[in-house]
């Protein structure tokens, strides 16, 4: 080629990376031990992996296979050196993470290699993306090590930590959960994929060479079907942290149900690009090639599905045709090119056949002229049109260089087409009104949403799924809960459990009373000295004695008082076997219509968090004026005294308050990650929840778990207290005459565990709170894989409601709200 040719074409040559420092490395080192406890160990099996090129198909290391008596020995490691490691002060742990952060720097390029050798993506990635990505991940987590005492009091570190981690992003992905884990005081084993286990290794080194004490990090490089899944069972870890694809977060969430392990998933998504007719298209057309095409578009928040405004469609893809003509495929160590390769033969087929898929179901198919090398693992950059919104193109997750495009005239089209799949991991807005950006944003189900930007992150900002694309975040403050749990419930005590469970049992007496008492309960053995308050006369009790006018109550639905389906009710008694009453029997078809209404008010979301805070004050201004009435309610059902009834009205009068004054306090945080402009961290509401609540405290346990959840605009369906209902049954004037809005609250009472195993396999609930027993906590956290909604139970574990401490607070307003980053980009 003449150096005319060169200016005409701007053609430019290979830049290879050079190889050799990495293959050295892996050569010296290979086959490749575990590391547990600080020593590289030989897997107990004797076996080994093979870890193979993607870009030319060759050998490049073995690396152990580990089985489950490895793994047992990582998890004692852990466990031991959790002792002391949770002990270590945070100034000691942040200066350990700094040290991981510096040495990060100091082989910077070594990991950059062996990440694109292993991977197959490009060094440019690696070199620029990746590797300064994990040291910021560190340094970032030193900082909240060294604050953790003043700013998460009261909480401590979870235990040992089991972490699986994907191929997409071997070393990144280990930074985001080793990170926080060890600032919080937690020790780790990680298990790294199969297909890219070289930079876990060479971090362990690191770990040697800056002395973390032993047992803190152990690494298994191994098998998902021994060394995964001997993980995920393992009876001493007490949580796991997944990234990975939606179905094995599904099955490690069954796995784990009712184990008492803490789990975050990070999984699939398949996430809208948004583009309005008067975005910057020269920036749109850049940022589509960042969107699907970095990392070959294996990305889990990759904008796959490209939503363009109708007016501009035509001339938009014909420019993107364009500049995917210049796009460059190739081997990974050249740093001119844009597109590496796809990590495996077996992704490779799984991407072909998809797209084989498409062109079947009638969608049309573009690629460029140019075709990628035939040596390796490599899958052109690809462009469908004519895509229906139901396809197979539209709904699966492709984990390639695959784009799909659809058109939308309206922006509130744009909003519908964005959200028709079931993930929500990340969306993109493109538009040089800023007022359309920020009003679509929040409309978006997707934890991240970039304007004018796509695939930023930083680890300030935290990360992670709406709906199947999983739960729980990465980065940012809110990732820290992640990885710590409230220090009382150490000592809470499963009390709960067994009392909850024994009483579950004991009232199972039907129809109506035995000792030939009203439903009200109003005979005369009803007054005893429990109810008599001070200064009550006799005339009250003879009054008392008259027979009651029955007062049933019946389910509360969309804001109004519905007959059970069943037909059937439940007798409500005394501790002392009395009847007092009898509540309607609900049933599936009862929570379908609790939930349909609570959908129909989905409105609530978006009233004014000054509205909320009124109609919670309002709540607690008609319930003030009934005191003596919840007071007696409360006697009646369990028994206690008249002056420890009448103060848990007291206590959930102040808890209305205190939800009341939340409303317009837990708003977010705004980040400065380093790029010119802003993050808006937005905690939302997270939409329809289905909340089971507790046997103690009949009023208290209702309001402490109802009023969070409303004060971040969720509608709720609530299961109240199985034997003592009533309290929350005579909520219902309480809520009409206070201008709540329909189907903002709707209650259903019957029998609490199905009701709310109900709830957890009901594909329209975001998520699920129980509180009850241990089996009911197991059944709802298997339910809920169904669509990976949300769960929070307690184990069975008893909870203070009383004390504020346990009973209200950030907890509950951080497990009732899912934070949005929205990322907002300034400058011309
Ligand atoms: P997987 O979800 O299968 O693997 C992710 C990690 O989990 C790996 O370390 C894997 O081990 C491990 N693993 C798999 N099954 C189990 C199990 N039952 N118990 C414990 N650990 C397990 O992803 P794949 O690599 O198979 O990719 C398949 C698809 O998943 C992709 O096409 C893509 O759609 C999606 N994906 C999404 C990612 C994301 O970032 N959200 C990342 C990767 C994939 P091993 O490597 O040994 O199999």
Same mark, same amino acid.
Request: net charge negative; aromatic share 8%; proline share 6%.
């Given at each position: 080629?003449?150096?005319?040719?060169?200016?005409?074409?701007?053609?430019?040559?290979?830049? #290879?990376?050079?190889?050799?420092?990495?293959?050295?490395?892996?050569?010296?080192?290979?086959?490749?031990?575990?590391?547990?406890?600080?020593?590289?160990?030989? %897997?107990?099996?004797?076996?080994?992996?093979?870890?193979?090129?993607?870009?030319?198909?060759?050998?490049?290391?073995?690396?152990a296979?580990?089985?489950?008596?490895?793994?047992?020995?990582?998890?004692?490691?852990?466990?031991?050196?959790?002792?002391?490691?949770?002990?270590?002060?945070?100034?000691?742990?942040?200066?350990?993470?700094?040290?991981?952060? @510096?040495?990060?720097?100091?082989?910077?390029?070594?990991?950059?290699?062996?990440?694109?050798?292993?991977?197959?993506?490009?060094? =440019?990635?690696?070199?620029?993306?990746?590797?300064?990505?994990?040291?910021?991940?560190?340094?970032?987590?030193?900082?909240?090590?060294?604050?953790?005492?003043? $700013?998460?009091?009261?909480?401590?570190p979870v235990?040992?930590?089991?972490?699986?981690?994907?191929?997409?992003f071997?070393?990144?992905?280990?930074?985001?959960?080793?990170?926080?884990?060890?600032?919080?005081?937690?020790?780790?084993?990680?298990? #790294?994929?199969?297909?890219?286990?070289?930079?876990?290794?060479?971090?362990?080194?690191?770990?040697?060479? +800056?002395? *973390?004490?032993?047992?803190?990090?152990?690494?298994?490089?191994?098998?998902a079907?021994?060394?995964?899944? &001997?993980?995920?069972k393992?009876?001493?870890?007490?949580?796991?942290?997944?990234?990975?694809?939606?179905?094995?977060?599904?099955?490690?969430?069954?796995?784990?149900?009712?184990?008492?392990?803490?789990?975050?998933?990070?999984?699939?998504?398949?996430?809208?690009?948004?583009?309005?007719?008067?975005?910057?298209?020269?920036?749109?057309?850049?940022?589509?090639?960042?969107?699907?095409?970095?990392?070959?578009?294996?990305?889990?928040?990759?904008?796959?599905?490209? *939503?363009?405004?109708?007016?501009?469609?035509? %001339?938009?893809?014909? @420019?993107?045709?364009?500049?995917?003509?210049? *796009?460059?495929?190739?081997?990974?160590?050249?740093?001119?090119?844009?597109?590496?390769?796809?990590?495996? %033969?077996g992704?490779?087929?799984?991407?072909?056949?998809?797209?084989?898929?498409?062109?079947?179901?009638?969608?049309?198919?573009?690629?460029?002229q140019?075709?990628?090398?035939?040596?390796?693992?490599?899958?052109?950059?690809?462009?469908?049109?004519?895509?229906?919104?139901?396809?197979?193109?539209?709904?699966?997750?492709?984990?390639? #260089?695959?784009?799909?495009?659809?058109?939308?005239?309206? #922006?509130? $089209?744009?909003?519908?087409?964005?959200?028709?799949?079931?993930?929500?991991?990340?969306?993109?807005?493109?538009?040089?009104?800023?007022?359309?950006?920020?009003?679509?944003?929040?409309?978006?189900?997707?934890?991240?949403?970039?304007?004018?930007?796509?695939?930023?992150?930083d680890?300030?900002?935290?990360?992670?799924?709406?709906?199947?694309?999983?739960?729980?975040?990465e980065?940012?403050?809110?990732?820290?809960? $992640?990885?710590?749990?409230?220090?009382?419930?150490?000592?809470?005590?499963?009390?709960?459990?067994?009392?909850?469970? =024994?009483?579950?049992?004991?009232?199972?007496?039907?129809?109506?009373?035995?000792?030939?008492?009203?439903?009200?309960?109003?005979?005369?053995?009803?007054?005893?000295?429990?109810?008599s308050?001070?200064?009550?006369?006799?005339?009250?009790?003879?009054?008392?004695?008259?027979?009651?006018?029955? =007062?049933?109550?019946?389910?509360?639905?969309?804001?109004?008082?519905?007959?059970?389906?069943?037909?059937?009710?439940?007798?409500?008694?005394?501790?002392?076997?009395?009847?007092?009453?009898?509540?309607?029997?609900?049933?599936?078809?009862?929570?379908?219509?609790a939930?349909?209404?609570?959908?129909?008010?989905s409105?609530?979301?978006?009233?004014?968090?000054?509205?909320?805070?009124?109609?919670?004050?309002?709540?607690? $201004?008609n319930?003030?004026?009934?005191?003596?009435?919840?007071?007696?309610?409360?006697?009646q059902?369990?028994?206690?005294?008249?002056a420890?009834?009448?103060?848990?009205?007291?206590?959930?009068?102040?808890?209305?308050?205190?939800?009341?004054?939340?409303?317009?306090?837990?708003?977010?945080?705004?980040?400065?990650?380093?790029? @010119?402009?802003?993050v808006?961290?937005?905690?939302?509401?997270?939409?329809?929840?289905?909340?089971?609540?507790?046997?103690?405290?009949?009023?208290?346990?209702?309001?402490?778990?109802?009023?969070?959840?409303?004060?971040?605009?969720?509608?709720?369906?609530?299961?109240?207290?199985? =034997?003592?209902?009533?309290?929350?049954?005579?909520?219902?004037?309480?809520?009409?005459?206070?201008? *709540?809005?329909?189907?903002?609250?709707?209650?259903?009472?019957?029998?609490?565990?199905?009701?709310?195993?109900?709830?957890?396999?009901?594909?329209?609930?975001?998520?699920?709170?129980?509180?009850?027993?241990?089996?009911?906590?197991?059944?709802v956290?298997?339910?809920?894989?169904?669509?990976?909604?949300?769960?929070?139970?307690?184990?069975?574990? &008893?909870?203070?409601?009383?004390?504020?401490?346990?009973?209200?607070?950030?907890?509950?307003?951080?497990?009732?709200?899912?934070?949005?980053? +929205?990322?907002?980009?300034?400058?011309?």
């Amino acid at each position: 080629m003449s150096v005319m040719d060169i200016f005409a074409t701007m053609e430019y040559g290979p830049a #290879p990376e050079a190889a050799a420092p990495a293959l050295d490395w892996i050569k010296e080192r290979q086959p490749f031990g575990l590391f547990i406890n600080n020593q590289w160990v030989q %897997p107990s099996s004797g076996e080994y992996l093979e870890s193979v090129s993607p870009a030319t198909g060759r050998l490049l290391a073995r690396v152990a296979a580990a089985g489950s008596a490895d793994v047992d020995a990582a998890v004692a490691a852990a466990r031991a050196a959790f002792a002391t490691w949770s002990e270590t002060s945070g100034h000691v742990r942040a200066r350990y993470l700094y040290a991981i952060a @510096r040495h990060i720097q100091k082989h910077s390029r070594l990991l950059a290699v062996l990440e694109s050798l292993d991977n197959g993506k490009s060094i =440019r990635e690696t070199r620029d993306i990746d590797i300064p990505l994990v040291a910021r991940h560190f340094y970032y987590h030193a900082g909240w090590a060294q604050l953790m005492a003043s $700013e998460l009091p009261g909480y401590q570190p979870v235990g040992v930590v089991g972490q699986i981690i994907p191929w997409n992003f071997p070393l990144l992905m280990l930074a985001w959960k080793i990170a926080p884990a060890l600032a919080m005081g937690n020790t780790v084993v990680l298990k #790294p994929a199969r297909y890219t286990p070289l930079t876990a290794l060479k971090f362990a080194e690191i770990v040697q060479e +800056i002395g *973390l004490p032993p047992g803190v990090v152990n690494i298994v490089t191994g098998e998902a079907s021994q060394a995964g899944e &001997a993980l995920v069972k393992h009876p001493d870890v007490n949580k796991i942290a997944f990234t990975g694809s939606t179905e094995v977060g599904r099955s490690i969430r069954r796995a784990t149900a009712g184990s008492g392990k803490k789990l975050s998933l990070e999984l699939g998504g398949k996430s809208p690009f948004i583009v309005f007719d008067d975005a910057d298209l020269d920036s749109v057309i850049e940022g589509i090639v960042d969107a699907i095409w970095f990392n070959q578009g294996q990305v889990c928040c990759a904008g796959s599905r490209l *939503l363009v405004q109708e007016d501009i469609a035509e %001339p938009l893809i014909a @420019r993107l045709r364009a500049r995917m003509e210049k *796009l460059r495929t190739g081997d990974s160590l050249d740093k001119a090119i844009d597109i590496g390769a796809i990590v495996s %033969p077996g992704q490779l087929k799984e991407i072909q056949r998809l797209v084989d898929q498409g062109v079947a179901e009638g969608a049309e198919m573009w690629q460029p002229q140019w075709t990628p090398p035939s040596e390796g693992c490599y899958f052109p950059p690809t462009l469908f049109t004519n895509v229906s919104p139901a396809s197979t193109l539209a709904q699966v997750e492709i984990f390639g #260089p695959v784009l799909v495009a659809m058109t939308f005239r309206t #922006p509130a $089209e744009a909003v519908a087409l964005a959200n028709n799949t079931p993930y929500g991991l990340a969306a993109s807005v493109w538009s040089e009104n800023i007022n359309l950006a920020l009003d679509i944003a929040p409309r978006l189900k997707a934890g991240s949403v970039w304007i004018n930007c796509t695939n930023l992150f930083d680890a300030s900002s935290g990360f992670g799924g709406y709906r199947e694309s999983g739960f729980g975040r990465e980065g940012g403050k809110e990732g820290l809960y $992640e990885y710590v749990r409230p220090a009382w419930e150490t000592h809470a005590e499963a009390t709960s459990a067994t009392t909850e469970e =024994r009483a579950a049992r004991a009232p199972e007496r039907d129809g109506a009373s035995e000792n030939g008492t009203s439903p009200d309960g109003a005979s005369g053995e009803m007054i005893d000295d429990k109810l008599s308050t001070p200064g009550q006369s006799n005339g009250h009790a003879f009054a008392a004695m008259l027979p009651a006018i029955d =007062r049933t109550p019946k389910l509360f639905i969309g804001g109004k008082q519905v007959r059970p389906d069943s037909g059937y009710s439940r007798s409500i008694y005394t501790p002392d076997g009395r009847l007092i009453g009898e509540v309607g029997e609900g049933n599936r078809k009862d929570i379908r219509n609790a939930v349909e209404a609570a959908h129909a008010a989905s409105g609530w979301a978006s009233a004014s968090t000054h509205n909320r805070a009124q109609i919670l004050y309002y709540l607690a $201004e008609n319930l003030s004026i009934r005191e003596d009435e919840f007071a007696r309610r409360i006697v009646q059902q369990t028994g206690r005294s008249y002056a420890d009834a009448a103060s848990e009205v007291q206590v959930t009068l102040s808890r209305l308050f205190s939800y009341a004054a939340w409303c317009d306090k837990f708003e977010g945080v705004v980040h400065r990650p380093p790029l @010119r402009g802003v993050v808006l961290a937005m905690p939302e509401a997270i939409g329809v929840m289905g909340i089971a609540c507790p046997d103690d405290y009949p009023l208290l346990g209702f309001i402490s778990l109802v009023a969070p959840a409303m004060a971040m605009g969720n509608t709720v369906v609530v299961v109240p207290s199985q =034997r003592s209902p009533l309290s929350a049954t005579d909520c219902y004037q309480v809520f009409e005459t206070s201008d *709540l809005p329909g189907g903002v609250v709707n209650i259903v009472t019957g029998e609490r565990d199905s009701l709310a195993q109900l709830l957890a396999e009901h594909d329209d609930v975001d998520a699920v709170w129980y509180f009850g027993g241990t089996e009911g906590s197991r059944r709802v956290e298997f339910a809920s894989a169904g669509n990976m909604k949300r769960t929070w139970v307690n184990y069975g574990r &008893a909870r203070n409601w009383l004390d504020a401490l346990q009973g209200e607070g950030e907890e509950f307003l951080r497990e009732a709200t899912q934070v949005k980053n +929205i990322w907002v980009p300034y400058g011309e």
